[in-house]
């Protein structure tokens, strides 16, 4: 019986995955009513939820790609992939008014360059106090801190070891982390309720996946503005980080 | 037609994705710049210039706003295969360099946003679809 019932759920990956994820979201929305008195958003619940499960399947399995990597949850490596991610991102902007982008294209210029060099900064400079002191360690290092993406692409670019390659994605993940899980106890604090101060967030705080979900569990109301200016932030940090943050980075340090 | 709203939806992604790589390799680097952006641009304007001229029937727009409200389960998805232990694992410098970088965006967010002048314009009301039962379930 329970190997029928999982050999149907393993071949059928993405539907499992709908199942699943349904399951959680219903979950999530209760706990949400019931324990909290929806003071914490659902999505806020759920999103935790899932990288509880993340953590689990990547402890169970020792693979990357967290409850993905369990047969039985492949599906979900589908349903929650850059594929349908980007694709559920772009509908997003259906909702969007021209008018209100338009109003914050400066801001959000600005605030994507402002989201790229400061973590840089900031991360290429832990990265030294701790003895990284190389300007090819650091530049990865630095670029981990603007995306999980960006990192190993700089690193790439200019040989950096693979220890600190992994560091470098590390710092990313915890990045997106952080502001999946921080954004809705942050609102207030980031004054999060425009449209012009989402686009500001989804640029300075970088990272598509961090960004989106932390505004989803905000407001779904700016999900589209965060994330159209989110989406230039990897695109970005790829140019700068091996070209005028690493010279910017080699000058300075030798 | 539903599907014409998904093909529409389908083809800006994969212009917008297109045109991202056409600019990444124009400037010399290894990856996309923008595509997803370009692709929310694009379905922007599709948007505008296919209501204007009345091209878009209520059907039409249900094959877009399904993937829209499809949105945050996607993103629980995705969480759910985030490498969470390697992030763990990453030590002092990823998890310190990560605290910093956030927090030191947090303030400059903040503090850029605290300027917006907040007159009474009220959150502008994003044109919410029509059907009743995709409101509720987001």
Known sequence: MIEILQKAAAQNGLVTAFAVVGLIVLLSGQISRRLTFGRVHGSAIAICIGLGLAYWGGTQTGGHKGLADMSLFGGIGLMGGAMLRDFAIVATAFEVQATEARKAGMIGVVSLLLGTVLPFIVGAGIAWSFGYSDAVSMTTIGAGAVTYIVGPVTGAAIGATPDVMALSIATGLVKAIIVMVGTPIAARFLALKTPRSAMVFGGLAGTVSGVSAGLAATDRKLVPYGALVATFHTGLGCLMGPSVLFLATKALVG | ?138
């Open chain 2, 1 to 138: 037609m539903i599907i014409y709203g998904t093909a529409l939806l389908a083809a800006c992604h994969l212009l917008g994705i297109f045109l991202g790589d056409l600019l990444g390799q124009l400037l010399g680097v290894k990856t996309n710049v923008g595509g997803v952006g370009i692709a929310m641009l694009l379905l922007i304007f599709a948007r505008l210039y296919m209501a204007k001229k009345e091209l878009l029937p209520k059907l039409t727009e249900l094959g877009v706003e399904y993937w829209g409200a499809m949105y945050i389960p996607v993103v629980v998805a995705m969480a759910a295969q985030q490498d969470m232990v390697a992030a763990l694992r990453g030590g002092p410098v990823a998890v310190l360099s990560a605290f910093a970088a956030v927090g030191l965006c947090a303030c400059v967010i903040a503090a850029i946003n605290r300027t917006e002048r907040t007159t009474v314009e009220a959150a502008p009301e994003p044109i919410l679809h029509d059907n009743p039962l995709l409101a509720d379930a987001e």
